[in-house]
């Protein structure tokens, strides 16, 4: 049963990230006041978040981020993905991703 539950928080864990891609995107078009701007923020902001993640937080990463560093950044990553979905109206949205990062980032930790 356990191994289950820990499938599932991983499983849990890459939709976050996916999440937290959308929200910055999300972000990205509310925060543009022209269509070209709107555009440029909604696709280049998760464009950087991801290569950022794939450079440093991805597990096969080449220079993966260890212990506290690790957690800082995805502490930042995530609480920012957060106030992008509030800043963009999501409140409700903004609260559940919250508490799921938190809930996922504790298992792990736990099971980890």
């Known amino acids: 049963m356990t191994a289950v539950l820990k499938s599932l928080n991983l499983a849990l864990a890459f939709a976050l990230e996916l999440a937290m891609l959308v929200a910055f995107g999300v972000w990205g078009y509310h925060a543009g006041d022209t269509p070209l701007v709107r555009y440029l923020l909604a696709i280049g902001l998760p464009v950087f978040v991801a290569a950022l993640w794939?450079?440093?937080m991805?597990?096969?990463?080449?220079?993966?981020?260890?212990?506290?560093?690790?957690?800082?950044?995805?502490?930042?990553?995530?609480?920012?993905?957060?106030?992008?979905?509030?800043t963009s109206g999501m409140v409700m949205a903004a609260i559940v991703f919250a508490a799921l990062c938190v809930l996922n980032?504790?298992?792990?930790?736990?099971?980890?």
């Not at 990463?61 to 990553?77: C, D, E, S």
């Not at 980032?105 to 980890?112: C, G, H, K, R």
């Open 54 to 56: 794939g450079a440093v």
């Open 58 to 86: 991805a597990p096969r990463a080449k220079r993966r981020l260890r212990g506290a560093a690790y957690l800082a950044v995805k502490l930042v990553l995530f609480s920012l993905a957060a106030v992008a979905l509030a």
């Open 105 to 112: 980032t504790v298992l792990l930790y736990i099971w980890e």
